[in-house]
């Protein structure tokens, strides 16, 4: 099974080609240059698999929540590929998949990401490990830097880590219960939403182009589906 999975969601952009026993893949920061690097990425990951879009399976792509723009792209990007090569399609949450590179490279159990959401507010999500998938604790949520401390304080022990923008760009963020901050995993990768993709495949998570959705979390922000589809 070769899964092909995007991200473009915030200022990373990034592309990973899952096999079974390979991974090929490109992460680039690279803010408001996403429409022109991503493409360009796909086509690097699939020459240096020696593969084709035809000997893809499934496609995948970071869904949100991130910047409209960045989730807006991939979504878009996303819906052409698969409509090109009649493709089924999974969405993969941005904070997840910074919960799961937390795992895979520390292999702590416990994960609280929260990215920078602008407007004083930030994205935020705990997961915690079970099976080697890091799954969610709590519904994903855009909240107020005081707001998301108490979330904080209910998931939080000395164990948990912490990933995303969210905690350099809010100092208020309570970190009092010794959350360790990886400064290493800022932005969600490709690379890292293989094996949440994998799982929600197994677990039947996928859906067909037409239904394709990104996750906003801001309620005022919407997305034109495809036509017929609204």
């Keep these: 099974m070769n899964v092909l999975i995007i991200d473009t969601a915030t200022e990373a952009c990034s592309v990973a080609l899952a096999g079974v026993n390979h991974i090929f893949h490109r992460f680039e920061i ?14 690097e990951v699939l020459a240096e698999a020696g593969l084709t879009l035809q000997n893809i399976d499934y496609l995948a792509f970071g869904r949100g929540p991130g910047s409209f723009t960045g989730v807006r792209i991939a979504t878009g990007i996303i819906q052409g590929l698969a409509l090109g090569a009649d493709l089924p399609v999974v969405g993969i949450s941005t904070l997840q998949a910074m919960a799961q590179q937390v795992y895979e490279q520390y292999s702590l159990q416990k994960v609280i990401s929260a990215t920078d959401a602008r407007m ?42 912490g990933a995303g ?32 993709a994998k799982y929600a495949i197994s677990s039947g998570e996928f859906s067909a182009v037409e239904d394709v959705e990104p996750v906003y979390l801001r309620d005022k922000v919407t997305w034109k589906k495809l036509p017929g589809r609204e």
Excluded at 124 to 135: P, R, S, T, V
Excluded at 179 to 195: C, H, K
């Design 30 to 43: 690279c803010p408001q240059q996403h429409s022109q690097r991503i493409l360009p990425m796909v086509d």
């Design 120 to 161: 004083n507010e930030v994205y935020i999500g705990a997961y915690a490990a079970k099976n080697g998938i890091m799954l969610p604790v709590n519904d994903e949520q855009v909240l107020a830097p005081q707001d998301a401390n108490q979330l904080i304080i209910n998931v939080a022990n000395k164990d948990t880590a």
């Design 165 to 196: 923008t969210g905690w350099q760009a809010y100092a208020e963020l309570d970190t009092g219960k010794n959350i360790q901050l990886i400064d290493s995993v800022l932005y969600p990768n490709a690379r890292y939403m293989a094996a949440l």
